[in-house]
Nanobody, 115 residues
Framework: QLQLVESGGGLVQPGGSLRLSCAASGNIFGIKSMGWYRQAPGKQREFVAAIIGGGYANYADSVKGRFTISRDGAKNTVYLQMNSLRPEDTAIYYC?????????WGQGTQVTVSS
């Protein structure tokens, strides 16, 4: 079983920055991609960003130019640098890891953007 530990969420003012981290541990069977999703109150979970082994990254239109995803392969850790945060970015952020045979989710970390 894969364990995912997220950190870095919190309360920030509009225009501020946060950096999320997600470390994977356990029996890892070939990570295909690592990414982030988010779920705001009353809304469905939505894709935010993902990165594959070759370093190619994909972003939701709503975060392009503001968020940057990166990965440390040696540490099996994925990061999400979030800049120019907006109130509409408020949500629980979930880490997702796609391996060859399974998809795993973190427990979620709360990000609140408010003045």
């Amino acid at each position: 079983q894969l364990q995912l530990v997220e950190s870095g969420g919190g309360l920030v003012q509009p225009g501020g920055s946060l950096r999320l981290s997600c470390a994977a541990s356990g029996n890892i069977f070939g990570i295909k991609s690592m990414g982030w999703y988010r779920q705001a109150p009353g809304k469905q979970r939505e894709f935010v960003a993902a990165i594959i082994g070759g370093g190619y990254a994909n972003y939701a239109d709503s975060v392009k130019g503001r968020f940057t995803i990166s990965r440390d392969g040696a540490k099996n850790t994925v990061y999400l640098q979030m800049n120019s945060l907006r109130p509409e970015d408020t949500a629980i952020y979930y880490c997702n890891v796609q391996e060859v045979f399974r998809s795993s989710w973190g427990q979620g970390t709360q990000v609140t953007v408010s003045s």
